[in-house]
């Protein structure tokens, strides 16, 4: 039995997220150099349970965006960001996504270049609105 829900099991288990950490950082490494970005895009526990060490070991900005009852600014960033990749679990609805791209809205130059899910597997090439979801 987990004291967790069963999708966050990529976070919890320390085997699993050491390996889900580690092909994540070759993936969006292979990214960076298609589609040129400088940061990750994150909210929540899942978001930033691997968008911290990504961003460790790859060298790129973060953008947090805070849930609406959190403290502090509701956007936390670099002064430097411009291209970002979303970094999430995995996209159901949509409304984390949504989340993300209504509050960076208000910020000109950042442009949002795609999602990336490190906990499904698109076996085939998959989209939300007009942006690609790119995985594992």
Do not use: W
């Not at 699993?16 to 292979?30: A, I």
């Not at 990504?54 to 900005?61: E, N, P, W």
Request: with cysteine; proline share 3%; charged share 20%.
């Amino acid at each position: 039995m987990y004291g967790h829900s069963s999708y966050l099991k990529n976070t919890f288990d320390p085997e699993l997220f050491q390996r889900t950490v580690n092909s994540t950082v070759e993936r969006v490494k292979q990214l960076q150099k298609e589609l040129q970005f400088d940061s990750l895009a994150f909210t929540g526990q899942s978001g930033a349970s691997v968008a911290y060490p990504v961003s460790f070991l790859t060298g790129l900005k973060l953008i947090c965006i805070r849930k609406i009852s959190s403290h502090g600014f509701p956007v936390e960033q670099s002064n430097d960001c411009g291209r970002y990749l979303i970094i999430d679990d995995f996209v159901c609805s949509g409304a984390t996504i949504d989340f993300i791209l209504n509050k960076l809205r208000d910020f000109p130059f950042l442009t949002c270049v795609g999602i990336f899910c490190y906990y499904n597997s698109y076996s085939k090439k998959a989209s939300y609105k007009e942006l690609t979801i790119f995985s594992n």
